[in-house]
C-alpha cells in the first residue's frame, strides 16, 4: 500500500458539541478511557484527500478494465452506460422483504417488524411500504395478488449529505457497501482506523476501495487513498476490540448517505432479504393453481446456493397437495450446505420436499443422475459476472471472464433443454448487465433449440424490453431487462422464460 496516511495535515479539534446519539453509558466510558474528548469532531480537509462522497449525484462506478467498460458501451452507448455506472453507486430504490408464507403472512410480518423499526428509530411510514401490485400495469390476477401477498417493499430514502468529520475508519468493500443498504458495521468489516478511538467515540466511515489494507493499520493524518466516504457512526468498542475474535457490531451508524432498514439478523425464519428481479424470477416457473396441471411436478434449481430462489419454489408449491419435489443442486459443497441450511431454518426439509445435491449440473445426464426430459420445471439461475450488483464502486472484472461466464451458461442451457420434459418451463435469469449473457444467450437457446423451444411472455413484467439488434423485434419485449439507471432502479438483472413444445430426445 502506499501512502496510507500522511501527518503534514492537521488535525485540529475543535469546541463543537458532540453529537449526541451516543448516550450517557458512553460518555462516561469515553471520559474513562481517553483524556482528549473523542467526540469533537476533527476539522479534516477533505481536498487533500482523494474522496469520493457517496450522495455525490456524479459518483460514478469505475470500471478498472477499460476494454470491459468499452465491451459494455458497445452495446449500450456511452451516455447509457454512465447512466448505469452512477446509479450502481447507489442502493436500489426499494428494500425488499420476502414473506416466508409458510410461517406468517405479510400483515403479521409487518405488525412484528413494527416494534422492531421503532426500536432502532427508523421511521416506517405506511406511505413508504409499496405493494408489488402498483409497479404492474396488467389486472390483478393471481400471480401478482400472490407476489403482492410476499413481498413488502420498502421505499429507501435518501441521499442524505453528512460530513465526514469525526475520527476516521476504513472499512471492506462489501462491508461500505452493506453499510449503504442499511448495515451497521461488523468489526470483521473493519481494515483500519485512528490510533485512539474508544467505544462511544464518533467516527467516520471511509471504504477501502484499494483492498489492499493490512487488517489493523493505523491512519496518521488522514486516509490517502482513493475512497468514498458512507456516513458518520459511533464506535461501540475500543480500536483493539476491532480486530480480536470478540466480533459483533464495532460500529453503530448514526449518520447515513441512504436511511435503508438494517435486517440483517431479523426473523430470520419469516423473512428473507431478496432483490425484487430474483422474487419475479421464481415466478415465471408457472408452479401456482391456475398456471400448471394438477399432479406432482419434478423442480429442479440447477445453481442453487444460497438457496433464496430454492426457498421461494419450496414456499409456493409446500402446500398444494400435489407432492412436488425440488431438487436443489451447486456444485460447491459449502454452498449446497447453505442451501439446506436454508431450506430447514425455513421449514422446507420436511417430507422430501427439497433434495439438496453437491454437483455439476453440467454433468447431470453424462453422469447419469438424472434421466433426459425428467424435469417439468427448471431454474437456471447460473453463474455470471455479476455486473448489476449495487451499491458498488469499483468494478474488476476482465473481459475474459465475461467471455467465460456467457461459455458456462450455454453449456448449462445445453443441459437445462435436455433435463426438461416436453410441455415444460425453462426460466433463465442472471445478475449482469452483460448482453452476452442476457440476449445473446437467449439468442443461443433460439438458434441452436428453437425448433422446440419457444421464448414464452412473463408476468409480473415490471422489466425492460431486451437491447435492440439482438433479438427479433418481436422476441425483445418478451425478455425482462432490470436497468439500474431506469424504471424501479433495481439491481442489474435479466430474466428469459421458455416453454418446450415438443420433444429434444429425437433431435
Ligand atoms: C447466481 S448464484 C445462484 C443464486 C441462487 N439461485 C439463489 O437465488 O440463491 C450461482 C451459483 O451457481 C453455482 N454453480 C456454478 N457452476 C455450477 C455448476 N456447474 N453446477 C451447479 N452449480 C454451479 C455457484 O456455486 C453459485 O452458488
Known sequence: ???????????????????????????????????????????????????????????????????????????????????????????????TIRVNTSKCDRPHLLNQLRPYFESIQFKLQDNNIIPFSNLVKEDTNETIQSITNQTILLKNHGPFNPQPKYKQVVVGVLCAEAVLRGSDIFAPGIIGSFKHIVEGDMVSVFVDLSQDGKRGFIIDGYYAERTVFVGNGVSLMNRLDYYSTRGGVGIKMTERIWDCPPLNGVLTDKLFLQHLPSILTVFQMDLLPSQREKRSFNILDMCAAPGGKTTLIASLVKNNGLGDKITAIDKNKKKAKMVSDLCRVNGFDENGLVTV????????????????????????????????????????????????????????????????????????????????????????????????????????HIGDPGLPGILPENLSPLVQRFDPSTNHETIGFFISKFKKTASSQSK
Do not use: W
Not at 451516543?22 to 483524556?35: E, I, L, Q, V, Y
Not at 435469469?429 to 443461443?444: A, D, F, L
Open 1 to 95: 500500500m502506499t501512502s496510507r496516511s500522511r501527518m503534514e495535515q492537521t488535525i485540529t479539534t475543535t469546541t463543537t458539541t458532540s453529537n449526541s446519539n451516543t448516550g450517557s453509558d458512553n460518555n462516561n466510558k469515553r471520559k474513562k478511557h481517553d483524556d482528549n474528548n473523542n467526540n469533537t469532531p476533527v476539522t479534516i480537509d477533505t481536498s487533500k484527500m482523494n474522496l469520493v462522497h457517496a450522495s455525490d449525484p456524479n459518483a460514478i462506478m469505475a470500471y478498472k478494465h477499460q476494454n470491459v467498460l468499452d465491451h459494455l458501451e458497445k452495446y449500450y452507448g456511452k451516455d447509457h452506460m454512465n447512466a448505469i455506472r452512477k446509479a450502481q453507486v447507489r442502493p436500489p430504490t426499494f428494500t
Open 357 to 460: 445435491r453437491a454437483g455439476d449440473s453440467k454433468k447431470l445426464l453424462i453422469e447419469g443422475v438424472f434421466k433426459e426430459e425428467s424435469f417439468d420445471r427448471i431454474l437456471l439461475d447460473g453463474p455470471c459476472s455479476g455486473l448489476g450488483t449495487r451499491p458498488r464502486f469499483d468494478e474488476a472484472t476482465l473481459l475474459i471472464d465475461l467471455d467465460n461466464s456467457a461459455c458456462l451458461q450455454r453449456v448449462l442451457i445445453d443441459a437445462a433443454v435436455k433435463l426438461l420434459a416436453p410441455g415444460g418451463i425453462l426460466v433463465y435469469s442472471t445478475c449482469t448487465i452483460n448482453p452476452c449473457e442476457n440476449e445473446e444467450n437467449v439468442k443461443y437457446l433460439l438458434d441452436n433449440y428453437g425448433s422446440f423451444m419457444q421464448l414464452v411472455p412473463q408476468t409480473g
